[in-house]
């Protein structure tokens, strides 16, 4: 049964760093992706790996800042967030693409339920 549980969220000040988990089960060879949607703003890619973490791939307005990894022993996938603004702040999603799915598409088949990230001061 898939299952995407995220963790991490909270307040930060401006400058400050979060990281992010993100519990997968039953998504074996799935590539993994980190997502937001801030108040009245569609969701939108922050960033994802596939399934080796051989691949990665970030919007350019977190790059040089954000780090996505995953430790597939502990079926985890993790956000790294530094440097965070107050424009960071949204709810944040993991999500799961489907073997065989373009690592470039952000279209995914599984979501998590979210967690909410505050920077502010």
């Known amino acids: 049964q898939v299952q995407l549980v995220e963790s991490g969220g909270g307040l930060v000040q401006p400058g400050g760093s979060l990281r992010l988990s993100c519990a997968a089960f039953?998504?074996?060879?799935?590539?993994m992706g980190w997502f937001r949607q801030a108040p009245g703003k569609e969701r939108e890619f922050v960033a994802a790996i596939n399934w080796s973490g051989g691949r990665t791939r970030y919007a350019d307005s977190v790059k040089g800042r954000f780090t996505i990894s995953r430790d597939n022993a502990k079926n985890t996938v993790y956000l790294q967030m530094n440097s965070l603004k107050p424009e960071d702040t949204a709810v944040y999603y993991c999500?799961?693409?489907?073997?065989?799915?373009?690592?470039?598409?952000?279209?995914?088949?599984?979501w998590g339920q979210g967690t909410q990230v505050t920077v502010s001061s």
């Open positions: 999500g799961a693409q489907k073997p065989g799915s373009s690592f470039s598409s952000n279209a995914y088949d599984y």
């Open positions: 039953g998504l074996d060879d799935y590539a």
